[in-house]
């Protein structure tokens, strides 16, 4: 991901603070994020966990950036919907895969 797209995806105005907390976690010490980012950060973790379940690693790296018809995606891709700015937009991105690993 870009770091836009990283930003975007966990609420983050600033792209610099962003990369200050990655670099502090790395470092081992204590990191207080705002609540929203740690809400997009459980998203994120969700899609991930389910990509890896549903998907080998190299078709989910693919199907983030490749058109989609279903309803939900419109045609676009799951990137563009998760990094729309719009939280419910990664939330429902979330939950869709949810629903798939329980088919």
Not at 17 to 26: F, G, K, P, S, V
Not at 89 to 103: I, S
């Amino acid at each position: 991901m870009t770091a836009s797209e990283q930003c975007l995806l966990l609420g983050v105005d600033d792209a610099e603070a962003l990369q200050d907390w990655m670099e502090q976690a790395r470092a081992g010490d204590s990191v207080s994020l705002p609540e929203d980012t740690l809400e997009g950060i459980g998203c994120v973790l969700s899609i991930y966990a389910s990509l890896v379940i549903l998907l080998s690693h190299d078709r989910s790296k693919d199907w983030v950036r490749t058109p989609d018809r279903e309803p939900l995606f419109q045609g676009k891709c799951a990137m563009s919907l998760m990094a729309s700015g719009n939280r419910k937009d990664l939330e429902d991105v979330a939950r869709y895969l949810l629903n798939e690993r329980y088919r």
